[in-house]
């Protein structure tokens, strides 16, 4: 499933961007509120984009997001990662032993099997997100349409990614227990992000993003409007 983070001056401005990129109809996009945004004073100051998660089946896009790569496409994506990684690398000095690669749903995913993989890794996996920005931007270079690159270290994410959905589960069992909202530590925004995704299904809350910088974070609270499921 077609799946984009969109910014706009409004809410509804992403959206739009958001279904007009994925070329599908608005009745057939999902739509997660990540961020509200805000005007900042006088309209200028302090002013924060609005950003949305929009996504849709593949058989109802028709729009760049929706592009089918061939082959040689993901070949040459997968091979320009883990040749840029491993350059990156051996420009730090780290030694690894080996660079795995895979591709799925316009994401290449690289992992580093290496004997410093705390130090690729850093604090709260800065360094690893810090490693993943610069390579996404370069992989991303003179290409037809964005894809992702998720880089990884000795199971790294995978592990944080199932933490987070651990304490996801916690915070909506205590909102739906007390009624409270629930704030989780400031976090990146790819946890952010992975907590959001996570959380997007749930009828009974909705998560939202709040704070500045590296004092961001995710919170939760009952949902507005109570939806019976279907």
């Given at each position: 499933m077609p799946e984009i983070e969109v910014k706009g001056k409004t809410i509804e401005e992403a959206i739009i961007k958001g279904i007009q990129l994925l070329g599908c109809e608005?009745?057939?996009?999902?739509?997660?509120?990540?961020?509200?945004?805000?005007?900042?004073?006088?309209?200028?100051?302090?002013?924060?984009?609005?950003?949305?998660?929009?996504?849709?089946?593949?058989?109802?896009?028709?729009?760049?997001?929706?592009?089918?790569?061939?082959?040689?496409?993901?070949?040459?994506?997968?091979?320009?990662?883990?040749?840029?990684?491993?350059?990156?690398?051996?420009?730090?000095?780290?030694?690894?032993?080996?660079?795995?690669?895979?591709?799925?749903?316009?994401?290449?995913?690289?992992?580093?099997?290496?004997?410093?993989?705390?130090?690729?890794?850093?604090?709260?996996?800065?360094?690893?997100?810090?490693?993943?920005?610069?390579?996404?931007?370069?992989?991303n270079e003179n290409l037809p349409y964005k894809i992702k690159v998720n880089i990884d270290c000795e199971n790294y994410r995978i592990k944080q990614t199932e933490k987070l959905k651990i304490l996801a589960d916690k915070a909506v069992e205590y909102v739906i227990r007390t009624g409270k909202i629930y704030r989780f530590e400031p976090m990146s925004a790819k946890e952010r992000k992975i907590i959001h995704t996570y959380l997007k299904d749930n009828l009974k809350i909705d998560s939202f993003s709040e704070g500045e910088g590296p004092l961001r974070k995710v919170g939760v609270k009952p949902a507005k409007t109570l939806r019976a499921e279907v």
């Open positions: 608005r009745k057939d996009a999902e739509i997660k509120v990540l961020d509200e945004g805000a005007n900042g004073l006088f309209g200028l100051m302090g002013a924060k984009p609005a950003v949305v998660l929009v996504s849709a089946d593949s058989s109802k896009c028709s729009g760049s997001a929706a592009l089918n790569e061939t082959e040689a496409d993901i070949k040459k994506f997968r091979a320009k990662t883990e040749t840029v990684l491993a350059e990156i690398l051996q420009k730090m000095g780290v030694p690894f032993n080996r660079l795995d690669s895979s591709y799925e749903n316009k994401t290449v995913t690289a992992q580093i099997q290496t004997d410093k993989g705390s130090f690729i890794i850093g604090k709260n996996g800065q360094t690893l997100d810090a490693l993943e920005y610069i390579i996404q931007i370069i992989v």
